[in-house]
């Protein structure tokens, strides 16, 4: 069910929400967060959608904040929906003229009472998240430095500006590398590293991460090289014995090179938007392996760290 509201107030979306929720006959409870999405009337339509895959795994209200033109009446439009995809419920917000300047108040009292608050910016982010006076009402803010026109660039700033709580797309993307990677080293022949090195599409974050990931965890230099991607398309581990390798050429299949054994192939494809938050949405608490790597990528580059 679809309820427009045009020019209206924070006061009458509850109402709608309320109203609605009990002619579907939903419970007025169930949902575990309230995940607001900061975007742009181009791209709420994927963020949205990705959202609502998501809170399948955790009930959630989404609201999507988009902020319209500043030049325009002061005016607050909502749309609200429930049972659409899922079990939870999306309301998108677009704010005009100076409402746009004070989402924080249009957004606080439709928050999922005594629930952790999740933000998103699937484009680009502000300059320090927690700073930010959306990001300031949530327990975690995640943005993706990969979406903006300077990748490198924007996970620097977010580097500096980090707070507890923070965390990048760019680094939920390796999650299966770090997994796999970890599991090869956990094998007592390939504890002798020297080196390593991290092939990756020219300018992407999440080859920066991962090797100062690798750099961190095995205390040896580890080189981000250029590739043709897409992403991440290897990962290689200098031993004394010999050279170990994950190759990933297609973005789908890598295949594993060990001194003195057969290749194997493991299934390590590009995760679609989706997955990506459903797995941010299972951790609220701060993640401190991202705090460490986003901070060593800074300080290599030769800029402060908050």
Sequence with gaps: MIIELANTETRKIQAALTTTRHRMGGAATGKVLTLII????????DAVRAST????????RILGVIPRAVEEEARLDAEVRLGETGPGETVLLRLYGEVAQHAGAVVLPLLVPDTPVVIWWPGAPPERPSGDPLGAMAQRRVTD???GTDPLGTLKRLATGYSPGDTDLTWTRITP????LASILDRPPDTDITAAEVEAEADDP???LLGGWLSARLSVPCEVCSG???DITAVRLFTKSGQIAVTRPDGRVATLSRPDQPD??????????AELIAEELRHLDPDQAYQEAVTRYAKEKGGPVA
């Design 38 to 45: 900061v975007t742009t009337e181009a791209a709420q339509y």
């Design 53 to 60: 895959q998501a809170a399948r795994e955790h009930p959630s």
């Design 145 to 147: 430095a990969a979406a």
């Design 177 to 180: 590398w770090r997994s796999l």
């Design 206 to 208: 999440s080859a920066e």
């Design 228 to 230: 043709y991607g897409p």
């Design 264 to 273: 194997r192939q493991v299934a390590l494809h590009r995760r679609p938007t």
